[in-house]
Nanobody
Framework: QVQLVESGGGSVQAGGSLRLSCEVSGDTRSYYCVGWFRQAPGREREAVAHTYISGGMRHYGDSVKGRFTISQDTAKNTLYLQMNSLKPEDTAMYYC???????????????????????WGQGTQVTVSS
């Protein structure tokens, strides 16, 4: 079992910044994939960014590239999402997720779709006003 607890959401004006945190605990291994997803009302859950809990590869959704940065503090078992140049369309509930990597043609790769992750936090709301 893996437990995830998000924090750091809030309300900000367009152009502002927020940093989300996700404390990861439980039966994690260094090869676990961790990531951020978001879901706005009436829309599907969207992948924002993901990486390995031990660091290394980082992948971002097209809508946040160049504005958001995923990082981790392995000593604190905490995942972060630094969000800069926020836009009203970034308004959503943000979720932290974790699961084992997938084996694709003999190569381990992190899942990119919400249904491929089994462990989720409770979410933290981000609201960006224009």
């Amino acid at each position: 079992q893996v437990q995830l607890v998000e924090s750091g959401g809030g309300s900000v004006q367009a152009g502002g910044s927020l940093r989300l945190s996700c404390e990861v605990s439980g039966d994690t291994r260094s090869y676990y994939c961790v990531g951020w997803f978001r879901q706005a009302p009436g829309r599907e859950r969207e992948a924002v960014a993901h990486t390995y809990i031990s660091g290394g590869m980082r992948h971002y959704g097209d809508s946040v590239k160049g504005r958001f940065t995923i990082s981790q503090d392995t000593a604190k078992n905490t995942l972060y999402l630094q969000m800069n140049s926020l836009k009203p369309e970034d308004t959503a509930m943000y979720y932290c997720a974790a699961d084992r990597p997938l084996s694709v043609a003999g190569t381990l790769t992190c899942p990119t779709r919400a249904y491929e992750y089994n462990y989720w936090g409770q979410g933290t709301q981000v609201t960006v006003s224009s």
